[in-house]
Nanobody
Framework: QVQLVESGGGLVQPGGSLRLSCAAS????????MSWYRQAPGKERELVAT????????NYADSVKGRFTISRDHAKNTMYLQMNSLRPEDTGVYLC?????????????WGQGTQVTVSS
């Protein structure tokens, strides 16, 4: 079955960096655009960044442009989020996700999330 497993979260000081990973299995990873979302306490889930299947352009929320970089490795079936110059407002649970196509019932799949806390 489809599995998305995030890792790499933790506690970091403002201005620091973290690299999140999302290991995917149970589906053809290279066939789907992949995204990172985040959810802060008391706030709605927010789309952070999206990486297409091959080539094309990545997309970022305005709040993370210039600081975060999304990437993927098809050989490892893994997506990454490099987060630099972290701010307290980046705190939240980060989740990887993709929207399955017709063969997957157009369902959106989610990982369990990894906690990122930016605090001094």
């Amino acid at each position: 079955q489809v599995q998305l497993v995030e890792s790499g979260g933790g506690l970091v000081q403002p201005g620091g960096s973290l690299r999140l990973s999302c290991a995917a299995s149970g589906f053809t990873f290279s066939s789907y655009a992949m995204s990172w979302y985040r959810q802060a306490p008391g706030k709605e889930r927010e789309l952070v960044a999206t990486v297409p299947t091959f080539g094309g352009g990545t997309n970022y929320a305005d709040s993370v442009k210039g600081r975060f970089t999304i990437s993927r490795d098809h050989a490892k079936n893994t997506m990454y989020l490099q987060m630099n110059s972290l701010r307290p407002e980046d705190t939240g649970v980060y989740l990887c996700s993709f929207l399955g196509g017709r063969s997957m019932g157009w369902s959106r799949y989610w990982g369990q999330g990894t906690q990122v806390t930016v605090s001094s």
